[in-house]
């Protein structure tokens, strides 16, 4: 079983407490490494690489890397595999799942968002919107494509598997943001904030039997290895 913090208290989940934490556990590859080459100004970048290293350390201070597989930075896969059977790279979108935790017959798909000086977010059609704690606009993100097309592939490459995708938002040195009702991103994918996120992965993982696939994890641990093509 997974010892929690406190899942509800959000305090739990302040950079302060998470930024001194070092990942460790049953890890695979490095948080943000992809957004090293990616087309994003390098405030974007940056912030994206803190995000990631900041759910790293979240999911290592819950306990969950010590039970539950985590790959970071797993790249897009095609739809379907090699002839060998292998998975292979989408190398047309050069995307990638953010993180990738299993354990038994689960696949949690993780998108990590950060954005900085946000108490609340919502969303208005396809657009995640962030606002300071007056109430205005602070932040306008279009909502991608790339989770939804995660969960359509890995759900076509691993039809034993229960895929559970999510959004979730990282909070920053301001504040930690809330979210204004329940809010879905593109394909219907839940958005959590990273509190709650950290109780729903932990009452998920308390109905898991607690058994590693090891097909599985030498599979996303040998997909994941860069290649001289990379």
């Known amino acids: 079983m997974i010892h929690t913090p406190p899942p509800k ?86 995307t990638d799942v953010d993180c990738v935790l299993t354990l038994g017959d689960v696949i949690v798909l993780v998108d990590v968002k950060m954005f900085k000086n946000t108490a609340y977010y919502t969303t208005h059609h396809n657009i995640l919107v962030g606002l300071n704690k007056r109430g205005e606009t602070t932040t306008q993100y279009r909502m991608s494509q790339n989770m939804r097309i995660a969960v359509e592939r890995f759900q076509s490459l691993f039809p034993n598997k229960l895929i559970i995708p999510a959004v979730v938002l990282i909070p920053t040195s301001e504040q930690v943001p809330q979210t204004l009702g329940e809010l879905f991103w593109v394909g219907g994918i839940k958005i959590y904030v990273l509190h709650d996120f950290m109780f729903t992965l932990h009452k998920l993982y308390d109905a898991l039997p607690g058994t590693h696939d090891p097909v599985i994890i030498e599979e996303l641990t040998n997909y994941i290895t860069p290649t001289r093509k990379d």
């Open 9 to 94: 208290n959000p305090k739990t989940y302040t950079p302060q407490n998470l930024d001194p934490i070092t990942i460790r556990g049953r890890v695979h590859g490095t948080p943000g490494v992809k957004l090293k080459r990616s087309p994003y100004t390098p405030y974007y970048r940056s912030a994206g690489v803190v995000g990631e290293k900041r759910f790293g350390k979240a999911l290592t201070h819950a306990g969950v890397t010590k039970n539950m597989d985590t790959f970071f930075s797993v790249p897009m896969p095609r739809k379907q595999r090699s002839k060998t059977g292998k998975l292979i790279r989408d190398k047309g979108l050069r």
